[in-house]
């Protein structure tokens, strides 16, 4: 029975490891090119990715993006 | 322009056009800061590791930028280059390694991060999802009271955070319809999951035996799988929509009174603004030509298929391409006023006259969600009647609600579609949402546009090989040093190395007439026979617009006839759409004769010409009947038509407008790609209704027992989860019954001939 005190906390605590570092991958990029990735890992040169730059206000034109799924 | 001096004006055109391109390219990008801009490309042609490392390299050599990364999944490179210099030639250099690039506007496109969201959710859901389930699997293997309290407290303390954050997307969702006076799909899942949570809560609290916390955070989990699927096929149909080349142009370079030149924005073009457009351009607004001539092809905008003249005086509308001549214009109208802004607002005449869909999961959720309602009320009184013990009976009615939460109609539904989303995709055509399947499942009828459509809209050479060879080798080094649609396709129709030219003095290009090669004393003039001709008049059979000649000294040596190169696959679309029980038709703003005669040989009917406002009519009047219409189109004048059709498909050759209105874009030449979307829709229609059906079946069992009081959270877990395995292998199946409908269809398809149907010019 006294095992559950730190065993329930150890598995709990390694479960919400895994899942920041997912959310870490998921944040830093790492899923933008799952093709590429898979290309890069073959190439020789140094590989240094695009930091990902929100853009503050963006204006998009009258006539794109999808009207209908906007109305929907 | 002058006839006496055109190389000169040439040269300028070309110095402007590659201004107009570094204008254009700064106007797409954007700054990052610390000096630095950024340009996204989308380079449709990247397939493999080594175009990466060779664009890539390519690109960081040049100078002025900083990095370049190219991204494989989505096709498209990221190039940063300091903004103190003038942009770098990126489009230059990858034509010449032979990628074709176009600029892609990364800023419009960066604001949906509703993927991102949901994946999110979907991770912190799985997380408390396994976690609790552990922790229920040791209460039901029969926990000490003790131990399965303290289980029940962990669960909750994992519980409430999880279903405040994934639940968050499904009780917004749901509180909008209600506040709307509607019910949707999310309004049954987020009773049912917080009045779950809530007497779990209340269970935990008062040290009861049996809390539904893996219940709730298991359905929730469950779908946000589908949704997150749901999304991410839109967003990928997008992306690829998107980067397909832009037609519409960004800006115009501006003739300021003072004589200086400035390219500016769409948006900031006045009417009475002076204009300098270059073969090869868009016309950016409406507007009148002060100088120069060209041949204008208006495909786009009207669905006439053959180039006109226009010279001073003309009225240009914008989304027009002026082929030949570089035209000095004057704006009538800003861009807000002009022809693709009176189809916007046509389109959206037409959107708001359309009755609005409702998807098959709502319909569903509105005839499921009373019924499993009225289901607990009831088994809550009975209960209450019978033993009078309200905590045993409230108990009972959320057991209720929990077996029967809506789980096969959140998966099932969005999980065919995804499939079939992704058999379509792999079939060139890009599908924008679920619905779009849906309603495509249910057309009648399909409506052809003809230009653009039906047809490429580009001309094709007939009868080459009844022309005298040197005669066709002239014409074709001649028409070398044109981008005339017809001196192109001529150029395209030579097979076989062509001897180097004779010593040409000169070629000049005559927009609305043709070239003149001067070879010494000798004049040879390629165009239209009456200008080309030293008779002037042109003799009967060389009379049409389709043909253009060649002569030496006025005197004839030639006639290339041209026809409108039809799609591959027209005549095979058509009859396997009439197989499958639909009418055809085709509705075309070119003249009446050209469209009579494709309509004739696809034995279709056609309407001819009708503008765009008679488009959208006819189609909503068709609707108003009660026949459901595909609407197949391309051009600008197609895009109402297309928002008043029940669903509506555009070739990725389409105008922006048209393309983004179209619920799905083809990108393959071939027309068969109808046929067999409508195909996978069908076939995911059957699949949803078993879904459905099946769902429908599992209540039937499963309703009986909790009302019964028999449900424990362990019953409901595996009743649950098994529910959904059998929706989601149901939905896989698409795969296979595509495959087995193709080996069936293919053999027939095979044998037809791929005949194809020139249609003739004009006059």
Redesign the interface.
Known sequence: ?TD?FYL?PI??AL??V??AA??WS?KSGQY?????AA??I??N?DD???VK???PN????????????L?? | MTCCAPSVEFADARFDRHRARNDEMLLAS?D??EGLR?TDLSVPTIH??GC??KIE?TLDALPGVE?A??????KRV?I?WRADGAPPPLIESLSRMGYEAHLY???????DDTV?KL??AL??AG?AA??IM??SVSIWSGAEPA?RD?FHW?SAV?AVPAVVYCGRIFFGSAWQSLRHGQTNMDVPISIGVLLAFGLSLYETFNRGPHAYFDASITLLFFLLIGRTLDHMM?ERA?VAVKGLARLAPRGALILQPDGAQIYLPLSEIRPGMTILLTAGDRVPVDCRILKGQSDIDCSLVSGESIPQTAGAGSLLQAGTLSLTGPLTIVATAAA?DSF??EM?QM??AA?SGRS??RRIADRAARLYAPVVHVAAVVTFIGWVAATGDVHRALTIAIAVLIITCPCALGLAVPMVQVVAARRLFEQGIML??G??LERLAEVETVVFDKTGTLTLGEPRLVDASTIAPDAFELAVVIASHSQHPYSRALVAAHQGPVRSPTSMTSVSEYPGSGLEARIGPTVHRLGRPEWALAGGEASHSVSEMGTIVLSKNGQYLATFQFVDRLRSGVHEAVAALAKDGLAVEVLSGDREEAVRRLASALGVPHYSPVSPADKATHIASMEASGRKVLMVGDGLNDAPAL?AAHASMAPASAA??GR??A?LVFLSESLLSVPQAVTVARNARRLVRENLIIAVGYNAIAMPVAILGYVTPLIAAVAMSLSSLIVVANALRLGDSRRRNQHKGDSPKRSLPSSRFALEGRK
Request: a neutral charge; charged letters at 25%; hydrophobic letters at 40%.
């Open positions: 029975m559950f329930i598995a709990l479960g919400a895994g899942l997912f959310l998921l933008e090119d799952l093709d590429g290309a890069r073959l190439s040169e240094n990715p695009i730059v929100r853009q963006p204006a998009p034109e009258k006539g794109e993006g999808f009207g209908k799924e109305k929907q | 954007h990052v800061g950024q493999c590791g990466i490392q390299s990095q990364r190219v991204n494989l999944s989505t990221t940063r506007d990364a800023v419009a496109d960066s604001k991102a994946v999110r991770a912190v997380f396994s976690n552990l922790l131990t303290l962990i994992i839109r997008r807000k693709l802004a916007i389109m959206e959107e609005t869909y924008k949402d619905g779009a928002v922006d407008v983004n209105a619920d």
